[in-house]
């Protein structure tokens, strides 16, 4: 009965009630925020990243990073708005310390670690569309991690994970015009290169309508699930 009612007083903290109590003290809210919103920042950490071990490590330096600067919170955006800037930011400093871009191509079994997304049935797909599908989400893939870090992070937030442009510009630090820039600019190269990248040269790639108005967005049928079980800083 006890673990029910614990259970539910979790579900009944906001993120900025969790993220108080750990700045005052409670040993367990931090890990009950992680836990509440790490299937989406795994996301953002392997789209960013482009591997499994490198979006683990960026992960782990952001909820680390927020964890011991939980005092530094203002309140003028959503704590995971906050979360995600800290993790996104975390993925970019190791990209850019990095100083050259990774040579190999992302894996083909990146939808093994999963994503927060309801994916479709494999075994009731005609496996002609699957092929289709699993073939224009490596091209997607590949051709992302050729983009410039600051593009591809405005990417991934805005066009993947379907955040508004006006929160993306906050998680990044940067004006809005700045995020649909970064976004028109990643877009572009992105249908350059999934034209150059696709069997058949330009009729393979293409892109979809998604979050933003105007320029077509990047989107993936399948992507990310979750991360691989670690334990809260």
């Not at 290169?193 to 320029?215: F, W």
Request: charged letters at 30%.
């Amino acid at each position: 009965m006890s673990d029910l009612i614990d259970g539910t007083a979790e579900v009944e903290r906001t993120d900025a009630d969790l993220l108080q109590a750990h700045v005052d003290g409670d040993p367990d809210a931090f890990g009950v925020l992680f836990r509440r919103h790490r299937d989406r920042l795994w996301a953002v950490a392997l789209r960013t990243m482009g591997n499994p071990e490198d979006a683990a490590d960026g992960l782990q330096d952001g909820m680390i990073a927020a964890y011991r600067r939980a005092a530094s919170f203002r309140g003028d955006a959503a704590v995971t708005t906050w979360l995600h800037r800290v993790v996104v930011n975390a993925c970019l400093d190791r990209l850019r310390a990095a100083k050259v871009r990774r040579a190999e191509a992302l894996p083909d079994d990146l939808d093994d670690y999963g994503d927060r997304r309801v994916t479709p049935d494999r075994s009731t797909t005609d496996p002609a569309d699957l092929a289709v599908a699993d073939e224009r989400r490596r091209l997607v893939l590949a051709a992302l991690d050729e983009l410039p870090a600051e593009q591809r992070a405005a990417l991934v937030l805005v066009d993947m994970e379907g955040y508004p442009v006006a929160d993306v510009a906050v998680m990044l630090d940067c004006a809005v015009g700045t995020v649909k820039s970064r976004c028109s600019r990643g877009r572009a190269k992105l249908a350059e290169l999934l034209g150059s990248l696709a069997p058949g040269g330009g009729d393979g790639g293409h892109v979809e309508a998604g979050n933003q108005e105007g320029n077509g967005s990047v989107s993936l049928a399948d992507a990310p699930r979750g991360p691989p079980p670690t334990d809260s800083p």
